[in-house]
């Protein structure tokens, strides 16, 4: 059975640090592709940050580039994402994806909500 749990959102203030965690499990991990994902009411679910499985190169959204960083332990099997410098535009639900053997799994959603 394949899980991706989720972790680590809150609530935080404009400028704070959240670190958010999948722990993932029941696939091949060290051949998975895996993503960071958010989503807010009314809207498709964009895709925030992606981190490969063959050399760990990752690539970002626009809109975090520079804040947010996206990394993996491929002996944890957890991938994390580090957002620095939030905004309240990045208040979302962010769920973690993940991408193995030509199938994909997203996990639950952690929610991150950024407000004064």
């Known amino acids: 059975q394949v899980q991706l749990v989720e972790s680590g959102g809150g609530l935080v203030q404009p400028g704070g640090s959240l670190r958010l965690s999948c722990a993932v499990s029941g696939l091949p991990f060290n051949s998975a592709t895996m993503s960071w994902y958010r989503q807010t009411p009314g809207k498709s679910r964009e895709l925030v940050a992606i981190?490969?499985?063959?050399?760990?190169?990752?690539s970002y959204a626009d809109s975090v580039k520079g804040r947010f960083t996206i990394s993996r332990d491929n002996a944890k099997h957890t991938v994390d994402l580090q957002m620095n410098n939030l905004k309240p535009e990045d208040t979302a639900m962010y769920y973690c994806?993940?991408?193995?053997?030509?199938?994909?799994?997203w996990g639950q959603g952690t929610q991150v909500t950024v407000s004064s």
């Open positions: 994806y993940a991408v193995a053997l030509q199938k994909s799994y």
């Open positions: 981190i490969t499985w063959l050399d760990s190169t990752t």
